[in-house]
C-alpha cells in the first residue's frame, strides 16, 4: 500500500497474523508530521515503512509480536524524526536508516531469539537506542555527523556489537551481559569542551572489547570488565 500525504497524515495497521498466513506493510509517505504505525502479531510477519524527503517531524513505529519478523523504517531526509521498532519473540531481524536529516531519533527494542540489528545516521544531533535481550543478538551502528550518539545495551548470550561514528564530537556507549565482542571507532574531531566518548562496559569471563579513536583534539575512551 501507497500513501501519499501532505501534512499531519496518520496511518494506523494492525496484522493479525493467523498459522500459515504472512501479512506484510509497506508506507511511502510524502509530506510534513506524517505518523506511520504497524502493528504485528502471529506467524511470519515482514514490515517496511519508508517516509519521504521533506518528511519534518514524522514519525514511524513497528511492533512485531512473535514468529519470523523483519522490520524496516527509513526516514529520507527527515528532521525532527522519530522512528521505532520492537520485536519480540522468535527470529527477529531490523534495520532503521535515517540520512540526511537533523535531531532524527531513532529506538530499538528485541527480546528473545535470534535478534539482529542495523541502525545507519547521518545529520546532526541524532540519537539511537538499541536495547537487545536474549539469545543471539547482534548490532551494528553507523552514524555520520555531528554531536550524534548511540546507546546499546546486550544481555544474555553471543552479543556483537559495532559502532562507527565519523564526524566531530559524538558518544558511543555499550553495555553486554554474555559472550561479548564490542568495537567501538570514532574518526571525527573532538575539543577540550567536547569530546568524542566511547564506553564499553562488559561483564562476562572471556569478553572482547576494542575501541579506536583517530580524530584530531578531544577524544575520550573507557573500557570496563569485570
Known sequence: MRVNSQSFCTVLIINLCFSGLVFGSSQDLNGSSADTRVYQGGDFNSSSI???????????AITQDGSENYAVVIQ??????????????????????????????????????????DLTQ????????????????????????????????QGN????????????????????????????KQTGIGSSDWVNSATIVQSTVGDVAIITQTGLGGNRASITQR
Open 157 to 184: 548470550t553471543l552479543n556483537i556489537s559495532e559502532v562507527t561514528q565519523s564526524g566531530a564530537w559524538n558518544i558511543g556507549s555499550i553495555t553486554q551481559t554474555g559472550s561479548g565482542f564490542s568495537a567501538v
Open 76 to 117: 529520507d531526509a527527515s528532521k525532527g524524526s522519530i522512528a521505532t521498532i520492537e520485536q519480540s519473540g522468535n527470529s527477529h531481524s531490523a534495520l532503521i536508516k535515517q540520512s540526511s536529516g537533523n535531531h532524527n531519533h531513532a529506538a530499538l527494542f528485541q527480546f528473545d531469539s535470534d535478534n539482529a540489528a
Open 50 to 60: 519508508y517516509q519521504a524527503r521533506d518528511s519534518a517531524e514524522a514519525s514511524a
Open 122 to 153: 547521518s545529520g546532526l544531533y541524532g540519537s539511537a537506542v538499541v536495547n537487545q535481550r536474549g539469545t543471539s543478538n547482534t548490532v551494528r551502528v553507523i552514524q555520520s555527523g555531528e554531536n550524534n550518539s548511540v546507546d546499546i545495551d
